[in-house]
């Protein structure tokens, strides 16, 4: 019934049309092999060519493009939008480079049109408008983590190269301690044309994609060009799904790994919208010691030579599958358990924290350089502003040689106000290894600013490092000219540009006592309860003045005694000690004799 639907109002939509919208869907699966983990992810990518620079009602009549990102591109004039929502770390030393970097917990950077006028106000409502779209916390992104960096994070489409470009249009913003999770996925998979119903991501269920090491959401929009030469433009947005399955997890100690045994089922039926939908394996692993079979084995076999790297593809095209039923693509290793180790890229960081104590503290960043010239990178730091840092303790070594950056940008930042912005050009030496520090104080807050779990730590975003690659060793994003990982077949250019990110930190600030409000309450509530005892027997008891006799253990034992016997005689008395009396008069006139002087005694010691 949706596949009529679907089918229906894609016939309804290209009779009515004035004009026919130029535009396209397309899906691909890129599976790659880490030595013990699997790396899929998931382009989709629409291309409308559409005059978007100069036209500013371009989007008020959509196709395939997602009308709610069209309406909040054209409402906020958003020249080019990236937000990611990621859950894990990506691990460059081991696993290479992702095909799109994505830091830990959320991240947005837009560039605006060169007519905005008030960017403040539209990056406000933008990240609010994302938050309800994507049901993210967006919202809390404001100017106290928003940043515009100068020199990284240029557009990755085209501009209007009449005017020249303005880093004051460009917002940036982390928010490292987000989490992702289902609420994330069910908004971003309905701007897809066919939802998770057919093509490809009916292969994204939120009971597998989410037991995973390293997942990631992203939505990327940019203008491009729709030709070589660029006489046609067009817009591409974008949506991934990066993903990293642990085989140990998935496979229950087994190498064998395959769509059905990650998603949780085979593929089937394509997206009718769709222009193009494949799926590419990376086989070129399997020129080494550790051998295995793909099965189909019915694909198109590619041999990729780029940037110095030679790259084997096995490429299933969906549309050719005649079979209605679903299919499996598996791949199972000659031997078990043993995994190939990666080469290392040629660029790649790591940052921790360094000093003792929460008096004084700093950041040092590693960046690694294992190319056999010296490379420049851009570094990029965003520190929050309970993180005062100091400039002049800025260090850069390699080994025991210090570094000058090529370029310093620095603006301090403000106590609730906005973060530290630090920025520098560095020329890695070869084969070395350079190390970025700075020292800075562990800030004071109020006690309103501290959330739930103080104690945990307060979070800082990743910093990122910027550099152009002269080979594309572990590199797998396609050229920035196009917009298909199957265009990356044979693309060598002068170039590869890399953006890598490094971990997230945890810095614990000095954080008051939170539970002495609460010890405060016990106690005071403890001291009320005991003197309100003796407080109210004082004001509500009559107190009456009594004989400070005391009776000793003898005497209270002798009055229990003769009150017992009391009680014996009045029985008898009653009719029973009578008969008795007449017939052993003898006897009870001893009993009687005993019991007076017992009374006696007690008269006598209670005299005393």
């Known amino acids: 019934m949706d596949d009529i639907i679907i089918i229906l109002f894609t016939a309804y939509f290209s009779l009515t049309a004035s004009s026919p919208i130029k535009d396209e869907y397309h899906e691909e699966l890129f599976m790659k092999p880490l030595g013990g983990y699997v790396y899929s992810y998931f382009q989709f990518s629409t291309l409308w060519e559409i005059p978007f620079l100069t036209k500013h009602n371009a989007f008020d009549h959509c196709h395939i493009f997602p009308r709610p990102m069209g309406e909040l591109i054209q409402r906020y ?47 406000r409502e933008l990240t609010s408008a994302l938050s309800g779209l994507l049901c993210a916390s967006l919202n809390f992104i404001d100017s106290h983590n928003t940043l515009s960096p100068e020199l990284s994070l240029k557009p990755t489409g085209i501009e209007d190269a ?5 880093h004051t249009h460009l917002r940036y913003a982390t928010l490292p301690r987000e989490i992702v999770c289902t609420e994330n996925l069910t908004p971003w998979k309905k701007l897809l044309p066919c939802n998770l119903k057919r093509g490809l ?8 994609i989410y037991n995973t090491v390293y997942h990631s959401l992203g939505i990327h929009f940019r203008p491009v060009c729709m030709d070589p030469s660029c006489t046609r433009t067009g817009v591409e947005l974008v949506q991934s799904v990066s993903l990293v399955y642990d085989l140990v997890i998935i496979g229950r100690d087994e190498t064998h790994w395959s769509i059905q045994r990650q998603f949780g089922q085979g593929l089937g039926l394509t997206c ?3 222009t193009t939908s494949s799926v590419i394996v990376d086989i070129t692993s399997n020129a080494t010691g550790n051998t295995f079979k793909l099965y189909p084995s019915t694909y198109d076999r590619k041999v990729s030579n780029r940037g110095g790297q030679r790259t084997v593809l096995a490429i299933y095209n969906l549309f050719k599958q005649r079979t209605d039923a ?18 290392p890229p040629v660029i790649y960081a790591n940052r921790y924290i360094t000093g003792y104590g929460q008096e004084f503290g700093g950041i040092k960043t590693k960046i690694f350089n294992r190319y056999r010239q010296p490379l420049k990178v851009l570094f990029l730091e965003n520190i929050p502003w309970f993180v005062p840092i100091y400039f002049h303790t800025l260090k850069v070594f390699s080994g025991d040689k210090e570094l000058q950056p090529l370029v310093k940008r620095y603006f301090p930042g403000k106590e609730r106000v906005r973060p530290y912005y630090l920025e520098l050009l560095i020329e890695l030496p070869p084969r070395s290894v350079t190390s970025v520090s700075v020292e800075f104080d562990y800030a004071f807050l109020k006690w309103q600013e501290y959330p739930p779990d103080a104690n945990h730590g307060f979070y800082m975003g990743a910093a990122s490092v910027t550099a152009l690659l002269p080979l594309a060793r572990n590199y797998t994003a396609p050229p920035r000219d196009r917009s298909l990982l199957i265009d990356s077949i044979n693309a060598s250019r002068n170039g590869y540009p890399v953006r890598i990110t490094t971990e997230v930190l945890i810095i614990s600030l000095p954080t008051p006592d939170f539970s002495m409000p609460y010890n405060v309450i016990c106690l005071a509530c403890t001291v009320v309860a005991l003197a309100f005892g003796p407080l109210h027997n004082i ?40 008969t008795q009396l007449s017939n052993n008069s003898d006897e009870n006139e001893v009993l009687l004799d005993e019991t007076n002087k017992i009374i006696d005694e007690y008269e006598r010691l209670k005299n005393n």
């Open 201 to 208: 991501s009916a292969l994204l269920n939120s009971d597998n």
């Open 77 to 123: 004039n958003v020249q080019e939008l990236h937000v990611s929502l990621t859950k894990g770390l990506w691990r460059y030393e081991d696993w290479g480079y992702p095909v799109q970097t994505a830091p830990p917990g959320a991240e947005l950077w837009a560039w605006f049109k060169h007519d905005t006028i008030d960017i403040d106000s539209k990056w």
């Open 162 to 166: 009449s005017r020249p470009l303005n």
């Open 326 to 343: 679903r299919y499996n693509i598996e791949v199972v290793y000659d031997k078990i358990r043993q995994n190939v180790a990666n080469v």
């Open 272 to 274: 009718p919208l769709a």
């Open 539 to 578: 004001t509500t008891k009559k107190f009456v003045l009594t004989s400070a006799e005391k009776k000793s253990f003898i005497k209270k034992t002798i009055s229990k005694i003769v009150q017992r016997l009391k009680n014996i005689l009045k029985r008898k008395n009653k009719g029973v000690v009578s």
